[in-house]
């Protein structure tokens, strides 16, 4: 008999949500304040919205319960980049943060069981490479 999981009959969205509130433990354990979740915009919404010493950082948060589609950070692709390059903007313009470096992250979760995942940050992941 297959032993049950906090994940069984739960929707795409709620095991999001819980994704989304692990990343957001584990970016305050590193150090980072979160100042904002889930804050949306015209352009779309923010995930987790932190500052790192002096660096505000747009946060985006994949969550997979298998290997079926690929792996979570594969999922960011160069359009969800753009949308989030354009989230930063009307997050900037709406509120008063000047002489400030702005970097964009994606905590990646791959859900081992209910209670167990595996974690990886990806820090600057929008980075050119050269």
């Not at 994606?106 to 209910?114: D, P, S, T």
Request: glycine fraction near 6%.
């Amino acid at each position: 008999m297959e032993e049950q999981t906090v994940l069984d009959g739960m929707t795409a969205h709620e095991i999001g949500r819980r994704g989304e509130q692990a990343a957001a433990r584990y970016l305050q354990r590193m150090g980072y304040e979160v100042i904002e979740r889930n804050w949306e915009c015209p352009a779309g919404e923010a995930d987790i919205v932190a500052l790192d010493e002096g660096t505000l950082v747009f946060c985006e948060v994949k969550t997979r319960t298998s290997l079926d589609h690929g792996l979570p950070v594969e999922a960011v692709d160069a359009q969800k980049r753009s949308r989030y390059e354009k989230i930063a903007g009307w997050y900037l313009r709406d509120h008063d943060y000047t002489d400030m470096c702005v970097r964009f992250d994606i905590v990646a979760l791959l859900v081992v069981n209910g209670e167990r995942a595996l974690v990886r940050h990806y820090v600057n992941a929008f980075a050119e490479v050269a």
